[in-house]
Structures are given as structure tokens and as C-alpha cells.
């Protein structure tokens, strides 16, 4: 995570760009309380009715490092408070970089592959060739089987999940997906949305990003899919927009502590948000992260009333 109470080095800089999720900028408010004891909020995939936990953790940048001992413990350190704070779900990707080998070495290291709904991708490509990536990606993160399989970045409105099904009916994977972090490619990711009716739909979608809401997250609700949404942070610029600001009193109506939370919470405010993975590479940040899915959320009038706000700053 870039913390933003210091200096940006050039590493941070460089993450910011890439639209990695960002730390709350402030720790919880005096006066603003949640249920800490609380468990998270779990919401249902719609395929099976299986509980998932509204936050999980992303892994885009921040879990692309080397072997170092400290920044790798840092990472298992927000794997372990994610399981303690009562999450589950963890995303990654073969373009990520190292990071679905060093995802698959921490959950070995600490024993909690059982207790991770484990999500990765696959790049659109010839059929031995994806299924290569997918071998490989299962041989990195150290497992015989992930949790989601998603076809990563939709493209081309005809593409199919002949591939990704067959991989779910050997058991490779138990949900099949589809990705876009590009608004360019709406009208592609919508038809293959509605024509492949997917089990997860990832999705970019903020606070300060909200082309996803007229038309993604609908079809997503009407084939049935769970949705998570990635840049939940609108890639880093929501903190750029709050930077030296408190929150509005009217937060601790639904039990936001901190910026992060109140970014959050307006995401899973959406009932058709199934999930939000903002990555992060500090404990803290993460316990901070789950707070979202504790306590009231905003309904549709605060919704609304959150969107004027921003806009106004």
C-alpha cells in the first residue's frame, strides 16, 4: 500500500499508476466506533449460494516481490490478518508478476490454503496455450486446484469459456470468470457476459469510476454471476481527493472509521457487489480493510448522497 502521510518514492509512484489499491489515509477517527468483535459480512455467489466473505485482498503489484525476508513477511502478514479477520478470498494473476509464486509460498509456508478462496486468471490465447498458463499458475501457487478461474481482460466480443468449463468439470477449478479493468472493452465484456453467463464477473467499479453501473453490473445480476470489483480505490485518486480532510459526520450513520472504509462500504452498499479486493501490503491496512464489511451499510439514498458529495469536492 502507498501510505500518503509520507513522501511518494518512486516505487509508490509507479504503483499509484498502475491503479494498485491504496491504504486508508487515516486511522480510525476518535468517536467513530464499529463492532470490532463483529464478523464480517458474507454475501452469497449466486451459482451455489456459498458464503463469501465482502473483503478479500488483491495482489496486482504488491505481491510482485523477491525473496527478501521482511517485505515477504509483511505479505504474510496480511494474509493472516485477513483469515483472523474472518476473510477468505484472494486474488491474483499470472501478469501480476511473481506474485501468484509468492501467494503460493506464503499459504504453503502458513498453512492456510484450506481457508483461502483462491482466484486467478488466464489470458485470452490458443486453447494448449491457455491451458499451459493455468498448469502453470496452479504449479506456482502451489495446489491442485484454484477456487475461480477467470479469463482475464475481455477483448473479443465472441470469445468463449469452452476451456475454463472443461477445466471446472475435471474439478481444476470450481468457478469460472471473466475480468475487465478497461472501459474500452464494455461492449465486448457485456456480450460475452450475457452469451457465456459466467459464474464471477470482476469488474473496475469506485466511487469516482461508476461506468460499470449502467449496464456491467445489471447483466451481471440478470445471468447470475458474483461480482467483484477490482481499482476499488479508482486508482489511487479517491485518496488524492480526501488527502488532508476528515470524514463527514454523516459516516458513522453507516459505520464508516476511516476513508478506506467509507470508499469501501460505498461499493458494498451495491447489493449486486458480491465482493471488493483492494490490495494492500500492510496488516493494518488490511484489518482496516475488513472493517468494511462489518457494521450498516449505505442504502441507495445515501449512495446517491455520497456521489454528490464527491462530486462537490
Known sequence: MIDFRRPLSRRATLALGAGIGIAPLLRPQAGRTQTAAAPIMTRPIPRTGEPLPVVGCGTAIIFDIGGE????KERADVIRTLVAGGGKLIDTAPSYG?????????????????????????????HADTIAEMQQSLKKLRTDRVDAMQLH?????NQDLAVLRE??????CRYIGITSSFDRDYAAVEAVLRRQKPDFFQIDYSLNDRNAEARLIPAAAEVGAAVLTNLPFGRGKLFQAVRGR??????????AASWGQFFLKFLLGHPTVTAVIPGTDKPEYMLDNLGAGRGRLPDAAMRRK????????
Open 153 to 157: 481482460n475481455v477483448r473479443d466480443a
Open 69 to 72: 525476508p521482511q517485505p515477504r
Open 306 to 313: 455520497m456521489v454528490a458529495w464527491y462530486e462537490s469536492l
Open 167 to 172: 477445466w471446472k468439470a475435471q474439478g481444476r
Open 246 to 255: 476528515s470524514l463527514p459526520d454523516w459516516a458513522a450513520e453507516f459505520d
Open 98 to 126: 511473481r506474485a501468484e509464486s509468492v501467494l503460493g509460498d506464503l499459504l504453503t509456508e502458513l498453512e492456510l490454503r484450506d481457508r483461502i478462496f483462491l482466484a486467478t486468471k488466464v489470458r485470452v490465447a490458443a
